[in-house]
Structures are given as C-alpha cells and as structure tokens.
C-alpha cells in the first residue's frame, strides 16, 4: 500500500480579537494571555510566576493590571495579566498608565520583601534576580516592615544538586509546575498555609529527576541553588557563549559561562525549534571530566616500554614510522562524541591518506542489516526530509522501538510528554517492560523478548492502525535484535507511518554523514560505487579510493587481537562502551602499533605507543548533527586551551609527514568541503534483511544505558553522578517465583563470560523469562556480565534484602 505523506490537512487561522494596551491599539488571537499581548507590542509587565512553557497559575500577583470594562462592560478589579485573556473591545491599562496598576504593584513587592533576606551580595542570584530587577524599577525606595524576619535553617539539600533556600523563596511555585508538568517528577510541593508557606520534599523522597537543574534557572530568586555552582562567581564577572550539548543526539542549546577561563556553569539555551528552554542534568553539570591530574598536555611517546613526554616532531616522526611499517594493514576508530568536521577529517585520512576503508564511529556489534539501514534509510538525509521535534509534538501515535527517550534521548522524552498531556498523543513501547520514562508517558507496552523484537513489529501493523500520523522512532539498540530493522522498515513503507532513527551520542549522526562507516563515504555515497568513489576522488584531488567495505569496530579489535590488522588510530573511544571490553584490551595491547589522540589520559592512551594532547570541545568551534539532521553550532567557550592542537590539525601534521595532503586543517574547511561534496543522487541504497535465530532457551537478556551511568564523561561531576538510579535486576513476577527471587533479595545475573550481583526489583507489567539489567551503570554491569541484548543468562537467588516491588527502587 502506497501512501502520500505529503499532503496535509489545511490549517484553520485562529479567530483574532482587537483591544487596546495603555492605548495602543492591536489584534491578538482568541485566548491569547494579556502578558503574551503586551510582549508583542513591547510593553514590560513584571511578573514571577510566569512562564511561557509552563500552565497559568496566578501565584505572585505582580502582573496585575487594569481592565476599566472588564472587556465587557462591567468595572473589574485589577487582574492578573498571567491569567487573564484578551476580549473584543477590551482596554488594558498596565502600571505606565494607571495609578492604581502602579500601586498594586508596589505594594506587592513590598509584600514580597517582607520577609525576604536582604543578602543581594552573597546571593548567587545577585545581578540576574528578577526581584532585585523589579524593587529597583516598580518598588519604594526604602522598607516601612520593623518587624522580625522569618528565617528557617538553610540551605536544604533537596538533592545532591539542588538546594533550598527557603527564606528567600516568593512561592511562585515555578519549580513544582515544572516538576510536575514537564518532566513528570512531583517530588517538590508547597507545603503548610499563610505565613508558614513553603516549597519542600515530601519527606520521603529525594528530589529525584534527570531534569532537576532547571528549576534552578527558572526560579526568579535564589531559592534554588545549585551545589557545584554555589559561590563559584558573580553572574557580571561571567562570559557566555552559545554552544551546543556534546552529550547525547537530542541537540540542545546551552548557555556556557567561564571565568578565569574556567568553565563554571551551563544553562540551557533558549531554542523553541529545539530544547524550547529546558535541558537534562547531565548535559548541565556533566563537563568537569576533563579537570583531573590525568589531562594529557603534551605529546607522549613510548620508549623502552614507558611513555613519556616528548615534543611534537618527535612524536609525529613515531607515529609516521609505526603507520607505514603498517602498511594499509590499519584501522581508525572514532567513537560517536567527534564534531562532524572532525570526523570528516578522519574519514578522509583513513582513505586518501592510509588507503584504508577501515573505519567505524559504533562501539556496538555490527551487522550487515544495520549498514544497509543506515545507508538506506539514514545517511545523506536533511532537515527537510526527516521527522523533527515539532513533527513528534503534532503526532498522533508513537511507537518506541529499541529506543527508551527520557535515558537515550532526554528532549525527545520532554516532547512526547507535553504531546502527551494535551492527550492527543498514544505511545507505544515495544519492549520487555514500560521504564519509569514510559510511565509518564502513559505509553502502552507492545510485550517483546529480548533478540525477538522483529515478531513484535510485524504484528504491530494488525494489532494497531498506522498511518501517515504516526512516527516510529527506532534506537541503535534495535540493531542488536536480527530482523527488527527490517521490519520497522516495511512496517512504515506498508502503513506510511514515518520513521526516525534516534541515535545515544552527540556525534553519531554527523559521523554517518561524514563516512566514519567502512561502508559509506561522506554524504552517504558507498564505498563500492565506481561513481561515488569518482565523485569523492574529483573532490580529494586523489587518484584512487579503496573500493572494498572496511572492517567494522568489533572486527577490527578481533583483527588487531589476532595479528592481521597492523596498526590502529583511536580517538574518543572508550573500552568499556565496546561489546567486549577485556577482548579490546588484550586486541590493544596486542596491536603492532596505536596511536591515540586523547583529551585525558584513558586505558587506550596507556596502551599507546604514540598519544597525542588534543582540545577539549570548549576550545574549538565546529557542529554536531542532531538525530533531526539539523546542523547544531558548537562555539568556542575557552580560547586559553592547554592543548591548541585540535585532531583536525594533528591529522593534517600527520599526513603532511607522510607525503600526502589531508586538505583540510580547519573545521571550517572541512566544514565547507562536506556541504560542497552534498549528499548521494545515485539513489538510496537497499535493505539488506535479515532473518532472526530461533528464540534461545533460558532467560533472555534486556538492557539499555541510563542517562546518568558510569561513563567516563561524567568523570569528576561526583553531585550528578551521586543522582545515578541504583543498578538492580528487574524480572516478573513469575520469573521471579520459577528462579527463587524475591522483591528486595539479591541475584547473581550469569553469562557464559562473567557474572554481576544485583537487588532485585519485581515489576508489575513485565515480559517472563527476562531479565533487565542497565549497562555501564556501577558495579559495572556490562563488563562484569559480558554479554548483549537478547543473549542467553542464569539467575541464582542469593541473600533476602529490603523491599523493592513494583519498579520503584
């Protein structure tokens, strides 16, 4: 069945309405909020509680204006412009025009500072504080209260990365309607009445949220402060720069502010496109990885089996001599975190420089399905073409696929959810059980075993009507489970449903486009295309191009373990992320020779024998590519940087010293020389299918990456890493009862390469003969147990603990 989804339903223009502010006359749409009416026309109305993003609430009262008719003929009191929408034929006076606005005003803020502790000077909020702004514009010049002030003990920890103030706090109940409106956390609530009102924790939980941050900057006061911020600087002593996130594909926007060159604080930028004006606690606190004594600042070279400084001639001569004794006998591995300039350049230096196709950005397994997806279904796209955030906010179903957002993707999950309020959005999570994530969602589990997922999908198609209103957003993960790829596909070619691929890193999307596949060049062009390969050697001024598909992560490291792979360049690429990290280890320290381009040191750089200092992401400019494909800016924040070589550079060093010419030593350069060089016009290329195993016996095993885990890029953010979900095992209750397990006991979780004890948490609405454990979350679960998605592992009961039911933990 062919579908047309271009065509769309005509959209109706709302119904306007004329009024007048302080006389000035204007049209708005019905329903518009008079403090939203008065913006457009440039007219200031103070206010706290409000929030564009947020429901009306009318907590603070300083909005307040005068409507002499009410907008219908009858005399009103001063109303609040936060709540209050325009009316045909309505006059709004605000505090410029009427007495009576100005004074409510006034009194308001003074009412306000009442009991507000005049400590401006050793507020963090001092120089940015809303209500510091406005009792200089709107309120009296010196204070009439004599009373005492009410204190309370301060500050409190409502978690490890926010704390409360609550003497200076105006009850605009900011971070309780975010809390519970955005991302679904009700953890914080106003507590008590009159005089004794405050905002706090229910006593019983933490403030436990991946979007906590955010309440910290929404807050007008310095109510909410932040632990790794608080006393750091002056809002004034601060520089700011627009950049974008490194961390995960959702491409947010953020605000990074450095003193003394020193990175010490990010906020999330303002980008309705986009993140709107949110972002997640890891891509807000998480940036201090590189601050420890293991930052690399100088070229290392290994002599007599040690390595130690040495200049950069020195080690570009080392590194030179050990990749033409080499030969074409060489990988590259990438990692996803690169700019997508830089992982051009390292795409064009495996194959006009060391005459290699071997080179992969995927710490995951490969398989021919996922590179004929990638080619076919993702590589080469634009913006135009692909689904976008404002796309997942106008559907009408979802569909997850291998693809958990609030962990994987955190923005996409705060999409779907205000989707999902509006109660126009149904979400379907094809999986083994719904995470805590999908709850809030109010997503419907589609029950699927681990390595079986395929079976699920194809049902799909006649258990639930699909059309062109519905996305299917696949994960990575999805290309662990054989056939699943395939049949998401033809489940959206068949129903016209859209499809969208939502890589984990920042740089996975741009390094598909870049070529850091063994099978594709930039743009989506494959390898073994005479006339892709024409196209790209016109552009590279080279003579000729490998034409046979390189060797992918996991063969390479099996190759360099077994000898016939010579030499490997790592950049971004940590052993634990890969399926096997002791196989990479011993492939590593096999290895005739490697070369590491690193920020700090790492078990790669230890096993080097050439490693080269390169800048941290705060020190060059470049862009990451969204799982949208929307280019996202990344600016220098820190231009004084203890290692000025970017990779770019350092590659260019390196293929100027063997006799070739990188062409590129800039990411403006390359930049420019990947949107010249387009995407592929010789036609998408086809899916490969493949055909899954028959279900193994035993239990089967479910995993996924938590937004906050033990990865080394949280290194040295020890609040946020202190917020990390406790790893546990999660089972039904009937694999819980056939294996001996009890809610709160202990289970030993065994592979047939290792093993890991865990608590255990019984749920509710789970899938049988399961097991889910979160990977690279500490203990280190992957590496300890060994194994992938969908493999086969035992449980064996061991001591009863505390209660954990239910998937609450």
Known sequence: MSVDTNKTAPVAKPEEVSFTIDGIEMSAPKGTLIIRAAEQVGIEIPRFCDHPLLDPAGACRQCMVDIP??????????????????????????????????????????????????????????????????????????????????????????????????????????????????????????????????????????????????????????????SDYRFQSRPFDLVSTTTSCEHCASGCELRSDHRHYTVRRR???????????????????????????????????????????????????????????????????????????????????????????????????????????????????????????ADLENAKRVVLVGFEPEDESPIVFLRLRKASRKGKLEVLSVGTHLSNGSRKLGARLVPALPGLEQQAVEQLGSQVELDADTIVLVGERAALSAGTLGAVTRLCDDTGARLAWIPRRAGDMGAIDAGCLPNLLPGGRPVDDATARVDIQAAWGVEHLPSQAGLSTD????????????????????????????????????????????????????????????????????????????????????????????????????????????????????????????????????????????????????????????????????????????????????????HGLVPGGRVVVRSAKGSVELPVVVETEMVDDVVWLPANSAPATHEALNALHGERVSLEATAVRSSMVGGVA
């Open 69 to 226: 008719d009410g907008g219908n003929g009858r005399p009103m009191k001063p109303s609040a412009a936060c709540t209050t929408t325009v009316m045909p034929g309505m006059k709004v006076n605000t505090a410029a025009t009427s007495e009576v606005v100005a004074k409510a005003q006034e009194g308001m803020l003074e009412f306000l500072l009442i009991n507000h502790p005049l400590d401006c000077p050793i507020c963090d909020k001092g120089g940015e504080c809303p209500l510091q702004n406005q009792a200089m514009s709107h309120g009296r010049g010196e204070s009439r209260y004599e009373g005492a002030k009410r204190t309370f003990a301060k500050p409190i920890n409502i978690s490890k990365l926010v704390l409360l103030d609550r003497e200076r706090c105006v009850l605009c109940q900011r971070c309780t309607r975010f809390s519970s409106q955005i991302s679904g956390d009700p953890f914080i609530n106003l507590q008590e009445r009159g005089a004794f009102s405050q905002i706090n924790t229910d006593g019983e939980h933490a403030y436990d949220s991946y979007f906590s941050g955010n309440v910290i900057q929404i807050c007008p006061v310095g109510a909410l402060t932040s």
């Open 267 to 389: 906020l999330a930028g303002l980008d309705p496109q986009v993140n709107e004006e949110w972002n997640c606690d890891r891509g807000r606190f998480g940036f201090l990885s590189t601050r420890g004594e293991d930052r690399v600042t100088t070229p290392l070279v290994r002599r007599n089996g040690v390595l130690e400084p040495a200049s950069w001639h020195e080690a570009i001569d080392a590194a030179v001599a050990g990749l033409r004794a080499a030969g074409q006998q060489v990988g590259v591995l990438t990692g996803g975190r690169l700019l997508t300039e830089t992982a051009y350049a390292y795409g064009r230096f495996a194959r006009a420089v060391l005459g290699t196709n071997n080179i992969d950005f995927r710490s995951r397994p490969h398989s021919d399905e996922e590179a004929s997806f990638l080619a076919a279904r993702v590589a080469g796209r634009t913006l135009e073409e692909s689904v976008t955030y």
């Open 555 to 738: 063969q390479m490291v099996a190759a360099a373990g077994n000898g016939s792979l010579k030499a490997l360049v790592v950049s971004g690429v940590q052993l634990a992320d890969l399926a096997d990290p002791g196989q990479a280890r011993a492939a590593l320290e096999q290895a005739e020779f490697v070369v590491s381009l690193e920020q700090r040191l790492s078990e790669v750089a230890e096993r080097a024998d050439v490693v080269f200092p390169v800048a941290l992401i705060e020190e060059q400019a470049g862009s990451f590519t969204n799982w949208e494909h929307r280019v996202r800016p990344v600016a220098v924040v820190n231009r004084q940087n203890q290692a000025p070589m970017t990779e770019i550079r350092v590659l260019a060093a390196l293929a100027d010293a063997m006799g070739s010419d990188l062409g590129v030593r800039t990411a403006s350069q390359a930049a420019a020389e990947l949107t010249e060089l387009g995407d592929w016009e010789g036609g998408r290329a086809a899916m490969t299918q493949t055909s899954p195993a028959g279900a193994p016996q035993g239990v089967l095993l479910d995993t996924w990456r938590l937004l906050l885990d033990a990865a080394a890029g949280l290194d040295g953010a020890e609040h946020l890493t202190d917020t990390a979900p406790v790893a546990v095992a999660r089972v039904s209750g009937a694999t819980a009862s056939a």
